[in-house]
C-alpha cells in the first residue's frame, strides 16, 4: 500500500486490495533478526489461513462491516436491512461458530508434503473476534458464547502452532493493529466512516491510549503464551504515526488523524518475548517492517529487499462456498515467477465453517507434491540470478552459485514440454553437467556460445506443470 520500489503485476481480481511495496527499507541491524530472515528467505513456500466467524456467512473477512464504498465492502441484504442490524447479526456469529471438523494435523500434513514451510494464521482480523485465549476481551473463540469453546482444541491459535511448528514449520502470528470491535478504536458515540479510527486521538488522548495498551497487551498475550513464534505480520497499515503517510497512495490519503501506536514499544517487547523475531508492520517504512508483502501481485523485476507475495489459492482470502480454486500448473507457475525474483509465495487456504478445507484443496496440494518431490532442490534455499527471466524460461540459483536452475513454462492450459530448448546461461557460468529432475533417460545438450540447447527424449511426455533444468558448474 506505499511507493512502490517497482511496478506491479496484478496477479488477481482483487486489485483493489493490493499493498504496494513500501519504499524506505532499513535492513535490521539484531543478528538475531538477521539470521532468521536470511533462513526465512530460504523457505520460498508458506501457508495463509484467513480463518473466522466469517466463513459462516462465505462473505469476505471483516470488511463488510467497513462502511468505505469500495467493490470488497458489500454487505448482503439477507444479513441486515440496516447497518446497525448488519453489525449485530455480523457479531452475533459468535454464538453459532463450532468448526468441529477442526484437525490442524491434516492440514500440516497435507501442506508439507506439498512443500510450504511456514505458516502465518490470522490470531485476529480488523473485525476483532480473536481466534486465541486472549484475556483483554470476550469477544473470542474461546468466550462460553462460542460453542466451540467446549471443545478441547478451542484454543486454534495454540492448537494450529503446535502442530506445524512439531512438522518443522516456521510460525507466523497475522495479528490486525485496528480492531472494529473495540469501543476504543470504533467508538460507540459516533458511527464509523470508514477503515480509521472513528475519533480524533488528539482530542480524545486517554481512549486512544487505552487501545494502545490493549493492542500491547494481546501482542504480548500472543509472543509470550505461544511457544517459539518467528514471524509477526502485522495488517492494518492505516494505524501509522501520521508523519509516515505517503499522499501519493490512494488510501493513505484517508488517514485524516493520527494513528500512532508505539510500534517503538510494541516491537522492543516482542523481542524480548520472542528473541530473532522478523516483525513485518505492513507498508510502514521503517525499522519494524523486516520484509515487504504485495498483495495479490508479484513484482515485475527483482527486488534488492526481502519480500513476500501473499496470494489466494482461490479467488478469496477468506471461505466462500464453491470458489474457484486456481490449478496446481497455475500454483507452480506463481512460485516460479516469485522464486525467480528472490521473492517468497504466502499462498492462503481458507478454512470453511466446519473447521477444515475443502476437498479441491486437498487435491491440489498433494498434485503439487509430486512436483515438489522432484524439484525441491530448485526451489528451496536459492536465491535470483541475472537473467532472471527470458521468454518461457526463468532462473534460480543454488546459494553458493554451483547450480543455476532454469524453468521452462508455457503457461498453456495443460504443459508439454518441447523437443528441443534453448536458453541462455547466466553471465560467468560455465556449466559442466546438466540434468532434468524426472527424466532418466540421456540428456544431450551442447553450449553454442552464451547459450545452451537441450535435446529432450521422449520420456519428456510424463513431465508436468513446469520442467527444471539443473546446471553445475
Not at 235 to 261: A, C, L, N, S, Y
Not at 404 to 417: I, Q, R
Request: aromatic share 14%; glycine share 6%; net charge neutral.
Amino acid at each position: 500500500m506505499k511507493t512502490l520500489l517497482c511496478s506491479v503485476l496484478i496477479s488477481s481480481g482483487l486489485s483493489s486490495q493490493a499493498h504496494n511495496v513500501s519504499e524506505g527499507y532499513q535492513k535490521p541491524t539484531d543478528p538475531l533478526v538477521v539470521r532468521n530472515l536470511e533462513q526465512w528467505q530460504d523457505l520460498k513456500f508458506g501457508l495463509f489461513m484467513h480463518w473466522g466467524t466469517y466463513s459462516q456467512w462465505g462473505v469476505v473477512e471483516s470488511w463488510s462491516l467497513c462502511p468505505e464504498d469500495e467493490s470488497w465492502t458489500q454487505r448482503n441484504p439477507e444479513h441486515g436491512k440496516s447497518y446497525v442490524e448488519y453489525v449485530k447479526n455480523y457479531e452475533n456469529l459468535q454464538t453459532t461458530f463450532n468448526p468441529v471438523q477442526f484437525n490442524p494435523e491434516k492440514w500440516a500434513e497435507a501442506t508439507k508434503k506439498a512443500g510450504m514451510k511456514y505458516v502465518v494464521f490470522t490470531t485476529k482480523h480488523h473485525d476483532g473476534f480473536s481466534m486465541f485465549d486472549t484475556q483483554q476481551s470476550d469477544y473470542k473463540i474461546t468466550s462460553s458464547k462460542t460453542p466451540f469453546s467446549k471443545n478441547a482444541k478451542a484454543d486454534v491459535t495454540k492448537e494450529i502452532f503446535e502442530t506445524f511448528r512439531k512438522d518443522g514449520f516456521k510460525i507466523g502470528a497475522y495479528f490486525s493493529k485496528p480492531d472494529w470491535h473495540s469501543d476504543d478504536y470504533w467508538w460507540s458515540y459516533s458511527p464509523p466512516k470508514d477503515r480509521n479510527v472513528n475519533y480524533d486521538p488528539k482530542k480524545y488522548p486517554g481512549k486512544w491510549d487505552k487501545f494502545k495498551t490493549f493492542t500491547f497487551n494481546q501482542l504480548n498475550e500472543i509472543t509470550s503464551r505461544y511457544g517459539k513464534i518467528d514471524i509477526l505480520w502485522l495488517d492494518g497499515g492505516w494505524v501509522r504515526p501520521f508523519h509516515t503517510i505517503d499522499p501519493k497512495v490512494e488510501w493513505q490519503r484517508t488517514i485524516k488523524v493520527e494513528q500512532d501506536i508505539d510500534m517503538d514499544k510494541i516491537g522492543t517487547m516482542v523481542r524480548r518475548n520472542q528473541p530473532g523475531i522478523i516483525v513485518v508492520d505492513r507498508t510502514v517504512s521503517g525499522k519494524w517492517e523486516n520484509y515487504v508483502t504485495p498483495e495479490q501481485a508479484i513484482p515485475e523485476h527483482p527486488l534488492s529487499i526481502p519480500w513476500e507475495s501473499c496470494m489466494t489459492m482461490g479467488d478469496s482470502f477468506s471461505y466462500v462456498p464453491n470458489d474457484h480454486y486456481k490449478s496446481s500448473q497455475k500454483i507452480i507457475e506463481t512460485l516460479v515467477k516469485i522464486i525467480s525474483r528472490g521473492g517468497n509465495y504466502l499462498m492462503n487456504i481458507a478454512p470453511g465453517p466446519n473447521g477444515d478445507y475443502d476437498a479441491t484443496v486437498y487435491e491440489r496440494l498433494n498434485e503439487i507434491s509430486g512436483w515438489m518431490d522432484r524439484n525441491q532442490s530448485a526451489v528451496f534455499a536459492t536465491r535470483s540470478i541475472a537473467p532472471y527471466h527470458e521468454g518461457d524460461f526463468y532462473y534460480t540459483q543454488a546459494k553458493d552459485g554451483s547450480t543455476v536452475n532454469v524453468f521452462h513454462l508455457n503457461e498453456k492450459t495443460e504443459y508439454k514440454a518441447p523437443e528441443t530448448l534453448t536458453f541462455t546461461i547466466p553471465e560467468s557460468f560455465n556449466p559442466k553437467s546438466l540434468i532434468i529432475p524426472g527424466i532418466s533417460s540421456k540428456i544431450h545438450w551442447k553450449k553454442n556460445g552464451d547459450t545452451v540447447e537441450v535435446k529432450l527424449p521422449a520420456e519428456r511426455s510424463k513431465l508436468r506443470y513446469a520442467l527444471v533444468i539443473q546446471m553445475k558448474k
